[in-house]
């Protein structure tokens, strides 16, 4: 399983379709900086395809005054969690 | 574990620096080995040593500086990206002939062989782009 680490928002650029695209059947997604924008309800249909491996950063989310408006199936982590997230992953990617 | 940060943000441009001191901060705390961060591309500016950010903004370059006498990070700088955007240690100036210098210890001008080595020797290395 991988750890990809997205910065990117789905409104505004094509990198989120790539780390899609790159994704494995396992791996999960971390939403970090501007990428916590797609965890909205609004545009959460952009990853409709990996229920349930979708994370969001409680700091960068509660920085952008968006903490409390993420969809419901959004886990939303701490920075200790993705430490956390790093650790049970064999390798992270980042995409930005 | 034993974990590696790449660093490709450039300070206050973007919040890759933020981001990075953030998360080495938390694995340290979680008793983890931050082995090294390296900077390269843009990255190579939070090795400024004249930077001189407001005081009530956080000080990047201190906060690396700091990593480094706490926990004994490596703080390591590409020095292709480093010195044809003018940061250059004493040895640098010197041979290029330059009246002052701008990186200092304990940051160190590197070879990106050891950003291959970095990546080889650490259970987890994680990048933080622009």
């Not at chain 1, 505004?12 to 909205?40: F, K, T």
């Amino acid at each position: 399983m991988k750890l990809h680490i997205l910065n990117r928002s789905p409104a505004s650029s094509q990198v989120p379709a790539q780390a899609l695209s790159a994704m494995g059947p396992e791996d999960r997604l971390l939403l970090i900086e501007d990428g916590v924008q797609g965890a909205l309800p609004a545009l959460i249909h952009h990853y409709a395809a990996i229920p349930g491996r979708l994370y969001a950063l409680r700091e960068d989310l509660v920085a952008r005054g968006l903490i409390g408006r993420c969809d419901g199936t959004v886990q939303v982590v701490d920075v200790d969690g993705f430490v956390t997230l790093t650790e049970e992953a064999e390798q992270t990617l980042s995409w930005y | 574990m034993r974990y590696g940060i790449l660093l490709l943000g450039a300070p206050y441009s973007d919040q890759a620096s933020h981001s990075a001191l953030r998360f080495a901060r938390a694995l340290l705390a979680r008793g983890h080995r931050l082995e090294a961060v390296f900077f390269y591309h843009d990255g190579v500016y939070n090795a400024a040593r004249l930077a001189a950010p407001p005081q009530d903004e956080p000080h990047l370059v201190d906060g690396w500086a700091t990593l480094h006498a706490e926990h004994g990070v490596a703080l390591q700088v590409c020095i292709a990206a480093a010195l044809r955007r003018g940061l250059l240690d004493e040895r640098e100036a010197a041979r290029h002939g330059k009246a002052g210098h701008s990186v200092e210890a304990p940051f160190e001008l590197t070879g990106v062989g050891q950003l291959i080595d970095l990546g080889q020797r650490c259970d987890r290395l994680v990048t933080f782009g622009p």
